[in-house]
């Protein structure tokens, strides 16, 4: 939970600490709402350090309906994680604190919330799946337990109950011998399969929105494709939104309906899978989709890095963040921060250039 600091500028918020908020329980209709499930608008999170104020999200805003499949792209230290831990409420706070913006599910504005009703939606209605399976699990508590936990603890269900819904789930999501490795622990299970019990434990209570934090990191080329085949059947079966969190293209590429780029906290191009990848409007998507391999064309040639390195978020560059390592790079870049232009229906770049970018060979 976000709490302030004790001498904070009133700018400084948290999940309880709206000014003069005196919200009523929320009522959300399992059938009446056909709006978004899930609005970020203007977000911007801030992270206080004895040196300095380090800017991790800066005018976030994005929509994610039933159904749907997000993803979010971008290097480590663009703000991707930070954004999905400040949906969650359970960004840690001090250091982090919520300085601006909405994060509205079903319509009502989570940032207003008491922590009792976060805990309404948290693991219920919105869940996640943490991108380190190992250190995201208790490594005292065999791992049905761990599952069998989200039944007790929201649904109040007996322990032997909760125990058959847990090893339910474990079949669900193809954890061979179910009933045997229900008292196993977490050591005792390969990456690929800690991370099926990370997505039974996030699925115990059929959330609306699942959001997925590099589920896939430092999984093999085979158990990848299996975790996002179960996640993409299991969206199949409920219906769910999923926002998917990652810097690997080619994951996005098989699941994703609509892209959003990050870089330096920001978005700077989003639109569908198909337009982005085959004519990106930002030179820094560009970039990401030239550095993939591509058997056709590169043949044991040399790959094209974006060069320099992700901009220190608590000294942003002036201008374009982008702008020290584009290639693009003009005169106005270096003092006029871009907008978010609309290249065309559903598709946009934050780039002085997008035009340029956009029809370039």
Known sequence: MIMLPRQSSSKLRGFRHRQGTTTPPP??????????????????????????????????????????????LGESGSGKSVSAQTVMGILDSPPGFVTGGEIRYRGADLLRLTEEQQRQV????????????????????????????????????????????????????????AQQRYNSYPHEFSGGMRQRVMIAIAIALAPEILIADEPTTALDVTVQAQIMDLLMELQKETGMGLMLITHDLSVVAEIADTIHVMYGGRIVE?????????????????????????????????????????????????????????????????????ALHAANEGRHSACHYWREILHAK
């Open 122 to 177: 948290r693991g219920r209605k919105i869940a996640i799946i943490f991108q380190d399976s190992l250190t995201a699990l208790n490594p005292v508590f065999c791992v049905g337990d761990q599952i069998a936990e989200m039944f007790r603890v929201h649904n109040n269900t007996p322990r032997a109950e909760a125990k058959k819904q847990a090893v339910q789930l474990m079949k669900r999501v193809r954890i061979p011998s």
């Open 270 to 338: 989003k639109g569908t899978v198909m337009e982005v990848y085959q004519h990106p409007a930002h030179p820094y998507t560009k970039g990401l989709l030239d550095s993939i391999p591509r058997v056709e064309e590169h043949h044991g040639g040399k790959l094209i890095p974006i060069r320099g390195a992700p901009p220190d978020m608590s000294a942003l560059p002036s201008g374009c963040a982008f702008h020290p390592r584009c290639p693009h790079t003009q005169a106005r870049c270096l003092t006029e921060a871009p």
């Open 27 to 72: 009522n959300w209709p399992d059938n009446e709402w056909h709006g978004p499930l899930l609005e970020v608008e203007n977000l911007d999170v801030e992270f206080h350090t004895p040196k300095s104020i380090v800017h991790a999200v800066n005018n976030l805003s994005y929509s994610l309906h039933k159904g749907e499949t997000l993803a979010i």
